[in-house]
C-alpha cells in the first residue's frame, strides 16, 4: 500500500488544476507546467485537494500511484512558491558572473565558460562564488545545477570546484612528505 500515494495534495489559493484524459496541467502566480499521467493513475478534485487514485491494486499501480502523486505535489509547489538550488565555487581564481540567461564562469581553464541557463530557470550570483538557481520545475532546475556542477567537480584534495550548498565533500590527505624507509 503507498503511503505517500494516499496523501491527499493541498492546491493553494491561485493556483489552478486542469484534469484533462490522461494528463494534468497546473496554472498559478510563477507559470504553467503540466504532466502527462501513466494509464494505471488517474487525478480528482475535492475541493481545496487534489487526490492520486489508482485504477487497479496491482503492484504497478501502487508504484505509479506514488510517483504520479509527489510529481504533482512537485508541480503544485513549483508554480505556487518555487524551487530553488545553491551552488558554491571554491578556488582561488574560481567565479561567476550571471548575464541575463547566461552564466560566465571562470574555473581555472584557459578560457571562460559559457553556460546557457534552459527556459524557466534563473540565476542570482552572490559575492561571485555562490550561484542561487530557481524555477517553477524541479527537473529542469535540477538538471541545471548538475550540469554546472559537471564543469568543474569538486576534487577531494583542496576541495576546488563547484558544489552543492548542503553537499559535504569527504577531503583525502595528501602526499605524504617526510621521512623516508
Known sequence: MSRIGKQPIQVPSGVKLAIEPGA???TG???TLGMRLGPLVEVTMDGGTANVGRRDDSRAARAAQGLNRQLLSN?????STGFQRVLEINGVGYRAESKG???QLALGYSHPVIFQLP???QAKVDKQTVITLEGADRQVLG???????KLRPPE???GKGIKYAEERLRRKAGK???AAS
Open 119 to 121: 527556459e524557466g530557470v
Open 156 to 158: 577531494p584534495y583542496k
Open 75 to 79: 508541480l503544485v509547489v513549483g508554480v
Open 24 to 26: 494534468v496541467k497546473v
Open 29 to 31: 502566480p510563477k507559470g
Open 143 to 149: 538538471e541545471a545545477a548538475a550540469a554546472i556542477r
Open 101 to 103: 540567461k547566461t552564466l
Open 176 to 178: 605524504a612528505v617526510g
